[in-house]
């Protein structure tokens, strides 16, 4: 489930990136996503999957909750 997830996800930003209303990319909620999805899921090598416990950032740096970007 935690892999459809991550491809999902991938997808729409993917999809936010090639669309022909760049506006969407700065909404902020598209950003948090991004950056949670950049914090959990790895691309290289494909499929997406979750990345290990080394490859994530420290918990301080993590997004803990996307209501709530700046709280760790």
Do not use: C
């Not at 991550?6 to 969407?24: H, K, M, N, Y």
């Not at 999957?49 to 996307?66: F, L």
Request: no cysteine.
């Amino acid at each position: 489930m935690a892999n459809q997830i991550g491809t999902d996800g991938a997808l729409l930003l993917a999809q936010i990136d090639t669309a022909a209303e760049p506006w969407l990319a700065e909404i902020p909620a598209v950003k948090t996503l991004r950056a949670v999805w950049a914090d959990h899921y790895t691309t290289i090598p494909e499929p997406i999957g979750w990345q290990t416990i080394a490859e994530m950032p420290s918990a301080a740096d993590q997004i803990v909750s996307p209501y709530d970007p700046d709280g760790r």
